[in-house]
């Protein structure tokens, strides 16, 4: 079975903690957001989503952006958006708050993707889950979690290793490095 891919950053937070948006923050020269689609353009997805709240003033006119089922319920509104949104067999969501993250681990990822399985780091018992690849079926799980008020990423995450519907990617060493996500400017520096 060929297995296609969408991939999608994740744009929605209110970015409480920073008091700006994290999307504009400048990171080597560069705003996030665009460093961070430059690394999902660099996978050649089939398609590339920008999942939101709203439609972000700086979203590129070839983008096409994915708004959150209202009323917004965090992180998971958008996964589930975005994987109703989809039409290839897996969707790899990225946060715009990873900027340590790179091309090369995402295509690693994505090699370890399996044909109606995907793939989510794990650290001490903690799941990436906006920086992992989602089988495009896990949609009835996301919106059956969404329906029950069961918001928890890590809770869908739970359920789809039980289904086998996902497997785990042991984050070790240095790989650590590309999921430490920035809350303040100061993580920037």
Same mark, same amino acid.
């Given at each position: 079975?060929?297995?296609? %891919?969408?991939?999608? $950053?994740?744009?929605?937070?209110?970015?409480?903690?920073?008091?700006?948006? +994290?999307?504009?923050?400048?990171?080597?020269? *560069?705003?996030? !957001?665009?460093?961070?689609?430059?690394?999902?353009?660099?996978?050649?997805?089939? +398609?590339?989503?920008?999942?939101?709240?709203?439609?972000?003033? !700086?979203?590129?006119?070839?983008?096409? =952006?994915? %708004?959150?089922? #209202?009323?917004?319920?965090?992180? %998971?509104?958008?996964?589930?958006?975005?994987?109703?949104?989809?039409?290839?067999?897996?969707?790899?969501?990225?946060?715009? @708050?990873?900027?340590?993250?790179?091309?090369?681990?995402?295509?690693?990822? !994505?090699? $370890?993707? &399996? #044909?109606?399985?995907? *793939?989510?780091?794990?650290? @001490?018992?903690?799941?990436?889950?906006?920086?992992?690849?989602?089988?495009?079926?896990?949609?009835?799980?996301?919106?059956?979690? %969404?329906?029950?008020?069961?918001?928890?990423?890590?809770?869908? =995450?739970?359920?789809?290793?039980?289904?086998?519907?996902? &497997?785990?990617?042991?984050?070790?060493? @240095?790989?650590? &490095?590309?999921?430490?996500? *920035?809350?303040? &400017? @100061?993580?920037?520096?």
């Amino acid at each position: 079975m060929s297995m296609t %891919l969408t991939a999608v $950053l994740f744009v929605g937070g209110e970015s409480r903690r920073m008091g700006a948006d +994290k999307a504009t923050l400048m990171t080597a020269g *560069v705003p996030l !957001w665009s460093r961070q689609l430059e690394l999902l353009r660099n996978l050649e997805p089939n +398609k590339l989503l920008i999942s939101a709240r709203s439609r972000p003033a !700086w979203t590129p006119a070839d983008i096409e =952006v994915v %708004l959150d089922e #209202p009323p917004s319920q965090g992180p %998971l509104s958008g996964l589930t958006a975005a994987l109703r949104h989809s039409r290839t067999t897996h969707l790899l969501a990225l946060a715009i @708050d990873l900027p340590q993250m790179t091309t090369a681990h995402l295509l690693e990822l !994505w090699r $370890l993707a &399996r #044909p109606e399985v995907g *793939v989510i780091p794990e650290s @001490d018992g903690y799941y990436e889950p906006l920086a992992a690849i989602y089988p495009t079926i896990a949609v009835s799980m996301a919106e059956s979690a %969404l329906a029950n008020g069961c918001l928890s990423l890590q809770s869908l =995450v739970e359920n789809l290793l039980n289904r086998n519907s996902v &497997r785990t990617y042991q984050i070790a060493g @240095d790989g650590q &490095r590309f999921y430490r996500n *920035v809350n303040s &400017r @100061d993580d920037l520096e």
